[in-house]
């Protein structure tokens, strides 16, 4: 049986099989073949095979094939042999991986597919472009919310009828999307439209539309340098506020153009609810604070008014502006153009009452008489606006028949707010009038030009480049100021954003890009580009052209490489092109975070994106600290949330960790050196003596915002100190430097005798004594921090003869050791910085906005209602420090009801002394304020990875060691 031949474990203990067997079944299995596979005897047998080359090789049939040769199937490059093929190794892709991953298309910003149609042609636009007396450059300025956006929103409805739309408006220059999520704009954005006056003449209006959060200042600063005037949006209810003062400010100090749009008027009727005559003074006291700013900032400047043209009424929302000679005209045009509309408009404002009966003007208010404004303009404002939202259809469909303005069956049951939009689009029309005083009251390029270049070149007025500048020749040398970089749409590159002041730049042109650092002597910030493309800004498109004359605004591609924030361009064989002044800004950055990749592996993608944010951001900077975390500054906590999303999710796409946010701080004396501290050169051969003392008050502002600076020369420098501040001459004319870079708030004073110092070989080291002081004030003794408001005192020096003895390593090393032991000898105190904070809530909230603030080491300086609303504006000032949190702690104290805003004010002493030893700082505990100088000078060394003491053998002599210890009473 078949069963016996295998043992219990199923092997085979059978007997042998035969050769006869053996072949019985190779003959069975040649039979099972199907008859396709057998080879025909007629078929020649190819006993060759190929090798690739093509050469046959004969095959060898008896051949062993070893079991790892033998191939049983055709494998992927023989059946699909024109597919590539991916070998993958196990385990060299994460699970979370796909082995062919989906193409990723990085958009950031909502951009037009093509360019959308308008009411003029793109061809007429370039055209307008060689005519500057119809050019216009403004920017739109103001505080958050008054409605700048909308303003922008309400022109671009007008010039694009893709977008035109009664519902809702298209927040056109928000075309990032997280400025459409926070619903508030984070970047200046360039936009140019064809407008025509009421005339029907047609001008080139390049509007720059700018955040109004005062973490944002820098964007309008940067927008201010490329405009020739600003519109100033006021909120008819808010009225003048924070960011409102500072763009005042801001423009007025620029010697700009000022011409005012208050907005959102609708506010009084629909909201506060207050009689026309109310309305009128509250629209009065918000003019009258607009012009006391700009007169207290510059008294030449133009008083804004209704009467002369430069104010204007409106509301965003419902579409309508109006100023008082367009609203005369509209009343003229209605009687039949009977009488003079401008004589008209001037008697519309002011005190100025109108006699319905006997139809006459008075300067006197009598009985029967009203106010001519209230009269002409508010009250049937007020009619319009009640008989649109509260009558019925039937009523209102007649009341609209006697203004002339009809409308369709369907139209009358539309909801309040977009039948108010289509009635008042019937009633004003364009917005020819807020086009009108632009063009009047803001001057062309051509005519601005003059005080532009006297403003922002810092070569000779008198040179040829500069008279071309003045002229706005575009046939002169090319000069293009850069004002700002705009990233792409997919975040990989930037265009470089400016204003042509002469010549004319071309497409394919090669220019010399100029740095914030390039001067004629030092040329080592430059670089030679190509201008790949030109642009005209559009917002959410881009009109690509071939040339830009001068007195135009231009969005460049391919010079970009070489720009940090702001250039200078010029021609490419221009050797004689000065730089245009860096932007100066109104606020500081100060509040700074450590970032650092979650993968150590991914720092290089990091540092690339911290480039790019530095590009991105006018304000924005970014370092590497002593200890070698990366850190970044900025002006607030909204402002550096945006950097981070910007870091994360724009130009890295990785994960970073983010230390709490901290302050910078600076380094000041509070008297003047006790004793004359010097220092010797390390070959013995040199000896400084310096001493330290504080500035007058007052100087480090005028030298930080350029009111007086090193290269104005020996004399008007001086001329500035003797006559406003009583330097006697020869202190004021001895001024070597300011520091750091030369317009930091230090100043180096060359104060020696000449009987007892060789002025001649102390002027051949002047350039490194200045370099050592630059260092000093760059980082200070106590925590490494910038040096502020400090006088150093140059009183004695003992110079080798031979130059080789005094070189730059043995000068420049000294000065910094003296500077330092000057300054430690001057009672040194550490400055923090401090916010001015606006608080606007309702009377009931006033206490808790005070509690919160007293809890923060806050005061306040100002409580103030604010005329015709229910609100109070609190003013304070908060400490950055103890700033973190506040608005979430102020609303949660306030049900939500206080809104609050912080910017940059100045800067503090901290209370305290930093080096006093007995001082005890206890961890978990709050320090009383008499220790906080001293708690923030050891945890900013320790963050910095120093030790927690000043050491003083690093700063100080040996020789003045020993003096100091006979000195009775004094340790150290």
Same mark, same amino acid.
């Given at each position: 049986?078949?069963?016996?031949?295998?043992?219990?474990?199923?092997?085979?203990?059978?007997?042998?099989?035969?050769?006869?067997?053996?072949?019985?079944?190779?003959?069975?299995?040649?039979?099972?073949?199907?008859?396709?596979?057998?080879?025909?005897?007629?078929?020649?047998?190819?006993?060759?095979?190929?090798?690739?080359?093509?050469?046959?090789?004969?095959?060898?049939?008896?051949?062993?094939?070893?079991?790892?040769?033998?191939?049983?199937?055709?494998?992927?490059?023989?059946?699909?042999?024109?597919?590539?093929?991916?070998?993958?190794?196990?385990?060299?892709?994460?699970?979370?991986?796909?082995?062919?991953?989906?193409?990723?298309?990085?958009?950031?910003?909502?951009?037009?597919?093509?360019?959308?149609?308008?009411?003029?042609?793109?061809?007429?636009?370039?055209?307008?472009?060689?005519?500057?007396?119809?050019?216009?450059?403004?920017?739109?300025?103001?505080?958050?919310?008054?409605?700048?956006?909308?303003?922008?929103?309400?022109?671009?409805?007008?010039?694009?009828?893709?977008?035109?739309?009664?519902?809702?408006?298209?927040?056109?220059?928000?075309?990032?999307?997280?400025?459409?999520?926070?619903?508030?704009?984070?970047?200046?954005?360039?936009?140019?439209?064809?407008?025509?006056?009421?005339?029907?003449?047609?001008?080139?209006?390049?509007?720059?539309?700018?955040?109004?959060?005062?973490?944002?200042?820098?964007?309008?600063?940067?927008?201010?340098?490329?405009?020739?005037?600003?519109?100033?949006?006021?909120?008819?209810?808010?009225?003048?506020?924070?960011?409102?003062?500072?763009?005042?400010?801001?423009?007025?100090?620029?010697?700009?153009?000022?011409?005012?749009?208050?907005?959102?008027?609708?506010?009084?009727?629909?909201?506060?609810?207050?009689?026309?005559?109310?309305?009128?003074?509250?629209?009065?006291?918000?003019?009258?604070?607009?012009?006391?700013?700009?007169?207290?900032?510059?008294?030449?400047?133009?008083?804004?008014?209704?009467?002369?043209?430069?104010?204007?009424?409106?509301?965003?929302?419902?579409?309508?502006?109006?100023?008082?000679?367009?609203?005369?005209?509209?009343?003229?045009?209605?009687?039949?153009?009977?009488?003079?509309?401008?004589?008209?408009?001037?008697?519309?404002?002011?005190?100025?009452?109108?006699?319905?009966?006997?139809?006459?003007?008075?300067?006197?208010?009598?009985?029967?008489?009203?106010?001519?404004?209230?009269?002409?303009?508010?009250?049937?404002?007020?009619?319009?606006?009640?008989?649109?939202?509260?009558?019925?259809?039937?009523?209102?469909?007649?009341?609209?028949?006697?203004?002339?303005?009809?409308?369709?069956?369907?139209?009358?049951?539309?909801?309040?707010?977009?039948?108010?939009?289509?009635?008042?689009?019937?009633?004003?029309?364009?917005?020819?009038?807020?086009?009108?005083?632009?063009?009047?009251?803001?001057?062309?390029?051509?005519?601005?030009?003059?005080?532009?270049?006297?403003?922002?070149?810092?070569?000779?007025?008198?040179?040829?480049?500069?008279?071309?500048?003045?002229?706005?020749?575009?046939?002169?040398?090319?000069?293009?100021?850069?004002?700002?970089?705009?990233?792409?749409?997919?975040?990989?590159?930037?265009?470089?954003?400016?204003?042509?002041?002469?010549?004319?730049?071309?497409?394919?042109?090669?220019?010399?890009?100029?740095?914030?650092?390039?001067?004629?002597?030092?040329?080592?910030?430059?670089?030679?580009?190509?201008?790949?493309?030109?642009?005209?800004?559009?917002?959410?498109?881009?009109?690509?052209?071939?040339?830009?004359?001068?007195?135009?605004?231009?969005?460049?591609?391919?010079?970009?490489?070489?720009?940090?924030?702001?250039?200078?361009?010029?021609?490419?064989?221009?050797?004689?092109?000065?730089?245009?002044?860096?932007?100066?800004?109104?606020?500081?950055?100060?509040?700074?975070?450590?970032?650092?990749?979650?993968?150590?592996?991914?720092?290089?993608?990091?540092?690339?994106?911290?480039?790019?944010?530095?590009?991105?951001?006018?304000?924005?900077?970014?370092?590497?600290?002593?200890?070698?975390?990366?850190?970044?500054?900025?002006?607030?906590?909204?402002?550096?949330?945006?950097?981070?999303?910007?870091?994360?999710?724009?130009?890295?796409?990785?994960?970073?960790?983010?230390?709490?946010?901290?302050?910078?701080?600076?380094?000041?004396?509070?008297?003047?050196?006790?004793?004359?501290?010097?220092?010797?050169?390390?070959?013995?051969?040199?000896?400084?003596?310096?001493?330290?003392?504080?500035?007058?008050?007052?100087?480090?502002?005028?030298?930080?915002?350029?009111?007086?600076?090193?290269?104005?020369?020996?004399?008007?420098?001086?001329?500035?100190?003797?006559?406003?501040?009583?330097?006697?001459?020869?202190?004021?004319?001895?001024?070597?430097?300011?520091?750091?870079?030369?317009?930091?708030?230090?100043?180096?004073?060359?104060?020696?005798?000449?009987?007892?110092?060789?002025?001649?070989?102390?002027?051949?080291?002047?350039?490194?004594?200045?370099?050592?002081?630059?260092?000093?004030?760059?980082?200070?003794?106590?925590?490494?921090?910038?040096?502020?408001?400090?006088?150093?005192?140059? /009183?004695?020096? %003992?110079?080798?003869? &031979?130059?080789? @003895? *005094?070189?730059?390593? $043995?000068?420049?090393?000294?000065? #910094?050791? !003296?500077?330092?032991?000057?300054?430690?000898?001057?009672?040194?105190?550490?400055?923090?910085?401090?916010?001015?904070?606006?608080?606007?809530?309702?009377?009931?909230?006033?206490?808790?906005?005070?509690?919160?603030?007293?809890?923060?080491?806050?005061?306040?300086?100002?409580?103030?209602?604010?005329?015709?609303?229910?609100?109070?504006?609190?003013?304070?000032?908060?400490? /950055?420090?103890? %700033?973190?949190?506040? &608005?979430?702690? @102020? *609303?949660?104290?306030? $049900?939500?009801?206080?809104?609050? #805003?912080? !910017?940059?004010?100045?800067?503090?002493?901290?209370?305290?002394?930093?080096?006093?030893?007995?001082?005890?700082?206890?961890?978990?505990?709050?320090?009383?304020?008499?220790?906080?100088?001293?708690?923030?000078?050891?945890?900013?060394?320790?963050?910095?990875?120093?030790?927690?003491?000043?050491?003083?053998?690093?700063?100080?002599?040996?020789?003045?060691?020993?003096?100091?210890?006979?000195?009775?009473?004094?340790?150290?």
């Amino acid at each position: 049986m078949e069963e016996d031949q295998y043992d219990e474990f199923g092997n085979y203990i059978g007997p042998d099989v035969s050769d006869e067997e053996d072949e019985e079944q190779r003959e069975m299995s040649e039979d099972d073949q199907p008859n396709g596979d057998k080879m025909e005897e007629d078929e020649p047998v190819n006993e060759n095979r190929s090798e690739p080359n093509g050469a046959l090789v004969p095959v060898n049939e008896q051949a062993i094939v070893l079991q790892e040769d033998k191939k049983y199937y055709p494998n992927a490059s023989e059946l699909y042999p024109e597919a590539e093929v991916m070998v993958q190794d196990e385990d060299t892709q994460a699970l979370t991986v796909p082995i062919i991953a989906p193409i990723k298309v990085k958009k950031f910003e909502v951009t037009e597919e093509g360019l959308p149609n308008t009411t003029y042609d793109k061809n007429y636009l370039a055209s307008l472009m060689d005519f500057p007396d119809l050019i216009r450059n403004v920017a739109f300025v103001g505080h958050l919310h008054h409605g700048k956006t909308s303003v922008v929103d309400n022109l671009v409805q007008q010039t694009h009828p893709k977008f035109q739309s009664l519902d809702r408006l298209p927040r056109y220059t928000d075309y990032r999307i997280d400025e459409q999520q926070r619903e508030m704009s984070i970047k200046s954005v360039p936009l140019s439209l064809v407008l025509p006056t009421h005339n029907e003449k047609s001008y080139l209006l390049n509007i720059l539309d700018t955040p109004g959060h005062v973490n944002f200042s820098d964007e309008m600063t940067a927008a201010l340098r490329a405009c020739d005037g600003a519109v100033i949006v006021v909120d008819a209810v808010e009225g003048v506020m924070a960011n409102t003062e500072r763009a005042v400010k801001h423009a007025a100090l620029d010697g700009l153009a000022i011409v005012l749009l208050i907005n959102k008027v609708d506010r009084l009727i629909l909201e506060l609810k207050i009689p026309p005559e109310d309305a009128y003074f509250k629209l009065r006291h918000t003019i009258e604070e607009v012009n006391m700013i700009i007169s207290a900032c510059n008294a030449d400047a133009p008083r804004v008014s209704p009467e002369l043209g430069n104010v204007c009424f409106g509301s965003s929302l419902a579409g309508w502006t109006f100023t008082l000679p367009s609203f005369a005209r509209m009343y003229s045009e209605t009687y039949g153009n009977t009488f003079d509309s401008e004589a008209l408009s001037k008697r519309l404002w002011g005190e100025y009452f109108y006699n319905p009966h006997k139809k006459t003007f008075s300067r006197k208010n009598q009985e029967g008489m009203s106010r001519s404004f209230v009269h002409f303009i508010l009250e049937p404002l007020y009619k319009i606006y009640s008989q649109v939202v509260g009558e019925e259809p039937e009523a209102l469909k007649r009341t609209l028949e006697s203004l002339g303005i009809n409308l369709k069956k369907s139209e009358f049951n539309l909801n309040s707010k977009p039948l108010l939009k289509l009635v008042f689009t019937h009633f004003f029309g364009n917005w020819t009038g807020f086009v009108d005083m632009i063009v009047k009251h803001i001057p062309s390029p051509n005519h601005a030009a003059k005080k532009k270049v006297e403003m922002t070149y810092t070569g000779p007025l008198t040179s040829p480049l500069a008279q071309s500048m003045i002229a706005a020749d575009p046939k002169g040398p090319l000069m293009i100021q850069i004002c700002k970089l705009y990233s792409s749409p997919d975040a990989s590159t930037f265009d470089a954003f400016g204003r042509v002041l002469s010549g004319t730049v071309r497409k394919g042109q090669t220019v010399k890009v100029l740095g914030s650092k390039y001067s004629v002597d030092e040329q080592d910030d430059m670089a030679m580009r190509e201008v790949n493309r030109i642009f005209i800004g559009e917002g959410r498109y881009k009109i690509e052209i071939d040339r830009a004359p001068a007195g135009n605004w231009v969005v460049l591609e391919g010079v970009e490489s070489s720009i940090l924030k702001t250039a200078t361009i010029t021609d490419e064989n221009n050797e004689y092109a000065f730089i245009f002044r860096p932007l100066s800004f109104n606020t500081a950055s100060v509040v700074k975070i450590a970032v650092e990749p979650i993968n150590p592996s991914e720092l290089p993608k990091m540092i690339e994106a911290l480039r790019k944010v530095d590009k991105s951001y006018p304000l924005a900077q970014s370092k590497v600290e002593e200890s070698g975390e990366h850190v970044i500054l900025g002006t607030g906590e909204l402002y550096l949330d945006c950097i981070l999303h910007d870091l994360r999710v724009m130009y890295s796409d990785i994960e970073v960790k983010v230390s709490d946010p901290v302050v910078s701080f600076t380094e000041t004396v509070a008297e003047t050196s006790s004793l004359k501290c010097f220092a010797e050169t390390p070959n013995r051969r040199n000896k400084f003596m310096m001493i330290a003392e504080p500035l007058e008050k007052g100087i480090a502002e005028d030298i930080e915002k350029g009111f007086v600076q090193i290269s104005m020369g020996k004399n008007k420098v001086a001329n500035h100190f003797t006559s406003k501040y009583g330097w006697d001459e020869l202190s004021a004319r001895s001024i070597w430097a300011f520091g750091p870079e030369s317009h930091g708030a230090n100043i180096l004073i060359d104060d020696t005798i000449p009987g007892e110092v060789d002025k001649k070989l102390l002027y051949s080291c002047k350039n490194n004594i200045i370099a050592g002081f630059d260092w000093q004030t760059k980082e200070g003794p106590l925590c490494g921090e910038p040096v502020r408001n400090v006088k150093y005192r140059l /009183v004695g020096a %003992s110079l080798a003869p &031979e130059a080789i @003895l *005094r070189g730059g390593s $043995q000068i420049t090393s000294t000065t #910094l050791r !003296v500077s330092h032991s000057a300054f430690l000898m001057a009672t040194p105190r550490l400055m923090e910085p401090v916010f001015a904070v606006e608080v606007q809530a309702p009377a009931d909230c006033i206490t808790a906005v005070f509690n919160v603030l007293s809890r923060r080491r806050g005061h306040v300086t100002q409580e103030i209602p604010k005329p015709g609303s229910p609100l109070y504006t609190v003013k304070a000032f908060l400490p /950055v420090i103890d %700033s973190f949190g506040f &608005e979430t702690d @102020l *609303r949660s104290h306030t $049900q939500g009801q206080a809104f609050c #805003l912080s !910017v940059f004010d100045h800067w503090q002493t901290v209370p305290g002394d930093p080096l006093d030893k007995s001082i005890i700082l206890r961890p978990l505990e709050q320090s009383p304020i008499p220790h906080l100088a001293r708690e923030f000078m050891i945890k900013t060394r320790r963050r910095k990875g120093l030790s927690e003491e000043v050491s003083v053998n690093k700063y100080f002599d040996e020789n003045l060691l020993a003096e100091l210890n006979k000195m009775e009473g004094f340790s150290l």
